[in-house]
């Protein structure tokens, strides 16, 4: 029986793109229990080593679903697990500065996870194995046409590339994680915007023993900048393989330079290569070699009318910073569990357009500091008074911060609209990645968000719980309750609550509501603040009054 072969008519949700960020979509999607069916033009999971930089945040997400441990173990075996990030004139002569020299410096008091380098092709078929392990249904070599939408659905049309077999499917809501190219998106009419094409780059994968220059250096990214390239290495620890990303032959004040597809044969790839390790005694061989646009794009909306967008769909930016892949799986992780809450009757469907509102200024933000990066970092000489400012990698990683419908301020939002904060400063303002504590030995405080709301309160708010419970059992949403297993002078400083105050932290662990001290009202005080999360009457969500509860 072919995969075309089943009848599969009406779908919940259906995503265009099973690539790195369609992938995520799936599993975050499949893990809240929700019907999804993927579709992908290529026969299968990534075949090169794309979006290796996997930040805290993404780290943290890939924890959620289970996948963390066997990520790490991926990355010890090909990359050092604390890798700097420098700029050599070429390997073979040093390094001229330093930009990180600790991939995973300071990271403690923030997380319990650690950056690492994993290649896409090995995260893919991780993610891949872990949806299907969820349930969801994943369909290659196949594209999707969309026929038509209305207030209920999106017609689609799936094709097999191979057969010109055709079947037809109603989705409730369509996800496009159809890459930097979208169809989805250009059938939308959403404009892309921004920095625009920066250079059209190359990425050189090549063997060859280099283990000399390497020594006993823990490198992660190599920036590369001389008289004849400008870009970056990534290697393997074996010192026998890795790419080289060419950006600009050179000065790329130089008229052409930016343009590094014009005769790039292998032999002119060989030379870069060897140039940038600085030794000509190096045997290189080149293994392929791929041409592609380095841009700083996002787009002027993320959806229209039942359908969405994530990944490089929604935002194209350059690799400086590792910022890509990352966003678009932070994209799709916002986007999942409402999703979730919409289909399951359990929010309004007014939930889901504070996907655009929160992950849109982000999208802005993550391009800015991506774009400022690639100007600092390979080219310097184009910078001028329209290049952002620079926030450091904590800022950019873990934060951003949200305002929309589904977080309800309190009135300690940034007075400058800023939407990054530095984690040390974010003091749980609704709006916020919750913080991180070790709740017990092995178990973070973010360990205890994921599958529903949840109510984290001082060691003096028990009434909270009582509150937590009976909200959740008139709604049928799942709240549970904590106490936060840290001192109150802590506990005040990463959540701005006080031992008798509470704080309710959303499905992707952000959170959305707070309150400082106890209440006399605590179900009304939270029946209100769900109310509003989820774009529902409170007459709806508040708990039904008994004398045992008055």
Same mark, same amino acid.
């Given at each position: 029986?072919?995969?075309?072969?089943?009848?599969?008519?009406?779908?919940?949700?259906?995503?265009?793109? =099973?690539?790195? /960020?369609?992938?995520?979509?799936?599993?975050?999607?499949?893990?809240? +229990?929700?019907?999804? %069916?993927?579709?992908?033009?290529?026969?299968?999971?990534?075949?090169?080593?794309?979006?290796?930089?996997?930040?805290?945040?993404?780290?943290?997400?890939?924890?959620?679903?289970? %996948?963390?441990?066997? %990520?790490?173990?991926?990355?010890?075996?090909?990359?050092?697990?604390?890798?700097?990030?420098?700029?050599?004139?070429?390997?073979?002569?040093?390094?001229?500065?330093?930009?990180?020299?600790?991939?995973?410096?300071? *990271?403690?008091?923030?997380?319990?996870?650690?950056?690492?380098? *994993?290649?896409?092709?090995?995260?893919?078929?991780?993610?891949?194995?872990?949806?299907?392990?969820? +349930?969801?249904?994943?369909?290659? =070599?196949?594209?999707?046409?969309?026929?038509?939408?209305?207030?209920?659905?999106?017609?689609?049309?799936?094709?097999?590339?191979?057969?010109?077999?055709?079947?037809?499917?109603?989705?409730?809501?369509?996800?496009?994680?159809?890459?930097?190219?979208?169809?989805?998106?250009?059938?939308?009419?959403?404009?892309?915007?921004?920095? =625009?094409?920066?250079?059209?780059?190359?990425?050189?994968?090549?063997?060859?023993?280099?283990?000399?220059?390497?020594?006993?250096?823990?490198?992660?990214?190599?920036?590369?900048?001389?008289?004849?390239?400008?870009?970056?290495?990534?290697?393997?620890?074996?010192?026998?393989?890795?790419?080289?990303?060419?950006?600009?032959?050179?000065?790329?004040?130089?008229?052409?330079?930016?343009?590094?597809?014009?005769?790039?044969?292998?032999?002119?790839?060989?030379?870069?290569?060897?140039?940038?390790?600085?030794?000509?005694?190096?045997?290189?061989?080149?293994?392929? /070699?791929?041409?592609?646009?380095?841009?700083?794009?996002?787009?002027?909306?993320?959806?229209?009318?039942?359908?969405?967008?994530?990944?490089?769909?929604?935002?194209?930016?350059?690799?400086?910073?590792?910022?890509?892949?990352?966003?678009?799986?932070?994209?799709?992780?916002?986007?999942?569990?409402? %999703?979730?809450?919409?289909?399951?009757?359990?929010?309004?469907?007014?939930?889901? !357009?504070?996907?655009?509102?929160?992950?849109?200024?982000?999208?802005?933000?993550?391009?800015?500091?991506?774009?400022?990066?690639?100007?600092?970092?390979?080219?310097?000489?184009?910078?001028?008074?329209?290049?952002?400012?620079?926030?450091?990698?904590?800022?950019?990683?873990? !934060?951003?911060?949200?305002?929309?419908?589904?977080?309800?301020?309190?009135?300690?939002?940034?007075?400058?609209?800023?939407?990054?904060?530095?984690?040390?400063?974010?003091? +749980?303002?609704?709006?916020?990645?919750?913080?991180?504590?070790?709740?017990?030995?092995?178990?973070?405080?973010?360990?205890?968000?994921?599958?529903?709301?949840?109510?984290?309160?001082?060691?003096? !708010?028990?009434?909270?719980?009582?509150?937590?419970?009976?909200?959740?059992?008139?709604?049928?949403?799942?709240?549970?309750?904590?106490?936060?297993?840290?001192?109150?002078?802590?506990?005040?400083?990463?959540?701005? *609550?006080?031992?008798?105050?509470?704080?309710?932290?959303?499905?992707?662990?952000?959170?959305?509501?707070?309150?400082?001290?106890?209440?006399?009202?605590?179900?009304?005080?939270?029946?209100?603040?769900?109310?509003?999360?989820?774009?529902?009457?409170?007459?709806?969500?508040?708990?039904?009054?008994?004398?045992?509860?008055?």
């Amino acid at each position: 029986m072919t995969q075309f072969a089943r009848d599969r008519e009406n779908v919940p949700v259906l995503v265009v793109g =099973g690539s790195l /960020v369609g992938l995520a979509t799936s599993v975050f999607l499949a893990s809240y +229990g929700v019907e999804v %069916l993927t579709v992908d033009r290529h026969p299968g999971t990534a075949i090169h080593p794309r979006a290796g930089h996997l930040h805290l945040r993404t780290l943290e997400l890939m924890r959620s679903v289970g %996948l963390e441990d066997s %990520l790490q173990e991926l990355s010890a075996a090909k990359y050092f697990p604390n890798g700097s990030i420098n700029e050599v004139y070429s390997l073979a002569e040093g390094e001229i500065a330093t930009y990180i020299p600790d991939l995973n410096g300071g *990271v403690e008091e923030f997380s319990p996870s650690r950056r690492l380098f *994993v290649a896409q092709d090995a995260i893919e078929p991780l993610l891949r194995s872990k949806a299907i392990e969820y +349930g969801a249904d994943l369909v290659y =070599g196949s594209e999707v046409v969309i026929e038509g939408r209305d207030d209920s659905g999106v017609l689609a049309v799936i094709r097999e590339l191979a057969t010109d077999k055709e079947r037809r499917v109603r989705a409730q809501y369509v996800v496009g994680a159809d890459g930097s190219r979208s169809t989805i998106r250009s059938s939308l009419g959403i404009e892309m915007v921004g920095h =625009g094409e920066l250079s059209r780059s190359a990425t050189i994968y090549f063997r060859a023993d280099f283990r000399h220059l390497l020594g006993d250096q823990q490198l992660g990214v190599v920036y590369v900048v001389n008289d004849d390239l400008r870009g970056f290495f990534r290697f393997e620890k074996s010192g026998l393989a890795g790419f080289l990303v060419v950006s600009s032959l050179g000065d790329p004040m130089v008229s052409g330079n930016l343009d590094t597809w014009e005769a790039l044969t292998p032999e002119r790839a060989r030379e870069l290569v060897v140039g940038a390790l600085g030794d000509e005694s190096i045997d290189v061989e080149i293994d392929e /070699v791929a041409l592609w646009l380095a841009s700083a794009c996002v787009a002027t909306g993320y959806g229209r009318e039942r359908i969405l967008l994530v990944g490089d769909a929604a935002h194209v930016v350059p690799p400086t910073g590792g910022f890509g892949g990352n966003t678009g799986i932070h994209d799709a992780h916002n986007l999942a569990w409402k %999703l979730a809450m919409v289909v399951k009757g359990q929010a309004g469907g007014e939930l889901l !357009g504070t996907y655009e509102d929160e992950r849109l200024p982000v999208g802005r933000f993550t391009i800015d500091q991506a774009y400022a990066r690639f100007r600092h970092r390979i080219t310097p000489e184009m910078i001028d008074r329209s290049v952002p400012d620079l926030v450091d990698d904590f800022t950019a990683e873990i !934060g951003y911060c949200y305002s929309s419908a589904a977080v309800v301020a309190d009135g300690h939002q940034s007075p400058d609209g800023a939407i990054g904060v530095h984690p040390r400063d974010a003091a +749980g303002r609704p709006g916020s990645r919750a913080a991180h504590f070790w709740q017990d030995a092995d178990v973070s405080s973010l360990d205890l968000f994921g599958q529903g709301f949840v109510v984290l309160a001082g060691k003096e !708010g028990a009434t909270w719980s009582d509150a937590a419970a009976r909200v959740s059992r008139r709604t049928g949403i799942a709240i549970t309750f904590h106490t936060a297993n840290c001192s109150a002078e802590d506990f005040e400083r990463l959540y701005g *609550v006080g031992e008798r105050g509470a704080s309710l932290v959303r499905p992707d662990g952000f959170v959305c509501w707070r309150r400082v001290d106890g209440v006399a009202d605590p179900d009304e005080a939270l029946s209100s603040a769900i109310a509003g999360v989820l774009a529902r009457s409170v007459e709806d969500v508040a708990p039904r009054r008994t004398s045992a509860t008055v």
